[in-house]
Nanobody, 122 residues
Framework: EVQLVESGGSLVRPGGFARLSCAASGFTFSRYSMSWVRQAPGKGLEWVSTHNSAHGTTTYADSVKGRFTISRDNAKNTVFLQMSSLKPEDTAVYYC???????????????WGQGTQVTVSS
């Protein structure tokens, strides 16, 4: 069974920082790209960042470029999102996302974690 479990959400002051983690299981983690997606109150889903497993490259939404850093530890099956210079508009539930084929499975599916709340407020 594929599981994505986020942690690290908190209340942060503007200009502060936070680090989110997503622990993955149920698939060969190192083979797949991992992404972070967020949903602000009353708004739709917004893609934040992706770590491409094939090339080791990272991409970011313009809204977070230069402030957020995605990384991964394949030995620990974990992807991270380091967030700095946080703004009130970064307030959202942050989800870990992957499109993977489960171990022993035949087909690819989309998987989401349960989300972790980040609130940026003074």
């Amino acid at each position: 069974e594929v599981q994505l479990v986020e942690s690290g959400g908190s209340l942060v002051r503007p200009g502060g920082f936070a680090r989110l983690s997503c622990a993955a299981s149920g698939f060969t983690f190192s083979r797949y790209s991992m992404s972070w997606v967020r949903q602000a109150p009353g708004k739709g889903l917004e893609w934040v960042s992706t770590h491409n497993s094939a090339h080791g490259t990272t991409t970011y939404a313009d809204s977070v470029k230069g402030r957020f850093t995605i990384s991964r530890d394949n030995a620990k099956n974990t992807v991270f999102l380091q967030m700095s210079s946080l703004k009130p508009e970064d307030t959202a539930v942050y989800y870990c996302y992957a499109n993977v084929r489960p171990s022993g499975g035949r087909y690819y599916h989309n998987y989401w974690g349960q989300g972790t709340q980040v609130t940026v407020s003074s």
